[in-house]
């Protein structure tokens, strides 16, 4: 992936955070509480080496479904341009605006491969990745259609602050002169390794070339799209306590029930004195509130 690439991959997420607290949609959906010890609680340091630490939590559900990001363009060729993925859809100011094109119809006529426009996502992260479907998604190509034009696509994501490929495909179609439009559908499938991957930005490279005749065009508004598999809510869940630290600069990691609404630890019990406990949650980029409880241990 060239710097430049990488790079885009990062504003998008910016962007996208950006977005998010715009909108107010930070709100947590994680919550955590701490049943034992019990506020106050007394242990003996002689009697008892370890304390037993439970509560409850409470995640988000991870119904898995799918994101449909809109390639959108808010101009042609200005400032105002704007190549971008959205998860909602209009009217675009950039709807036909030319990629490249190719006056050759025949074989061997062919454009320059290495043109392209990268759209980044702008909103819609983060996103739980869901790779037990393949992504799919159609770039719909107008102007004079005529000919045949192949249409290569890579989708990559910030994953970890790491800029990884997804994944890439390439299709081509013969034209419909009688159409508005002429979709293209293409097909990604992403390793299975990334299942569950919280994305922090996405970016799709667009590349159109073939013997056409001034047919590198895309048609925009709702009619290019990439439907992405993804859970509702982060897969990746935790409950961290730290001890007299409200920080968790050092956080003790507690175990999920299988319930998914429980979990516990043992800490060894600390020295003679006053102790307090904290609890936080987390789900994918999400952290609650952390919650505490105070107790003691004596001789």
Not at 227 to 248: C, E, G, I, R
Request: glycine fraction near 10%; charge should be negative.
């Amino acid at each position: 992936m060239s710097i430049r690439r990488a790079g885009m991959l990062v504003v998008a997420a910016l962007v996208a955070v950006a977005a998010l607290a715009a909108s107010g949609a930070g709100a947590s959906t994680t919550s955590v509480t701490i049943t034992t010890p019990k506020a106050g609680q007394s242990y003996s340091l002689k009697r008892t080496p370890y304390v037993a630490v439970a509560g409850g939590v409470t995640f988000a559900p991870t119904t898995a479904g799918s994101t449909r990001f809109y390639l959108r363009r808010d101009g042609c060729g200005t400032s105002n341009d704007n190549p971008h993925l959205s998860v909602t859809t209009g009217t675009d100011g950039g709807d036909g605006c030319g990629l490249l094109f190719n006056a050759v119809v025949g074989a061997g006529g062919d454009v320059d491969k290495g043109a392209f426009v990268d759209f980044p996502s702008t909103d819609g992260m983060p996103l739980p990745l869901n790779t037990h479907q393949a992504i799919a998604g159609a770039i719909a190509l107008t102007g004079l259609q005529i000919g045949l034009a192949q249409v290569d696509v890579t989708l990559e994501a910030l994953i970890n602050g790491e800029a990884v490929t997804l994944g890439s495909d390439s299709e081509s179609a013969l034209l419909d002169p009688t159409a508005d439009s002429t979709p293209i559908p293409f097909t990604i499938q992403p390793s299975s390794t990334l299942d569950g991957s919280d994305l922090q930005a996405l970016d799709l490279r667009v590349l159109i070339h073939g013997p056409n005749i001034y047919s590198g065009f895309i048609s925009l508004n709702g009619h290019s799209y990439a439907n992405v598999p993804s859970y509702a809510a982060s897969v990746n869940k935790s409950v961290q306590v730290a001890l007299d630290d409200p920080t968790f600069a050092s956080p003790i990691s507690g175990r999920i029930e299988s319930s998914g609404t429980n979990w516990s630890v043992a800490i060894p019990t600390p020295a003679i004195g006053k102790h307090t406990l904290y609890a936080r949650s987390t789900q994918g980029f999400d952290t609650s509130a952390p919650t505490s409880v105070a107790f003691s241990v004596t001789k």
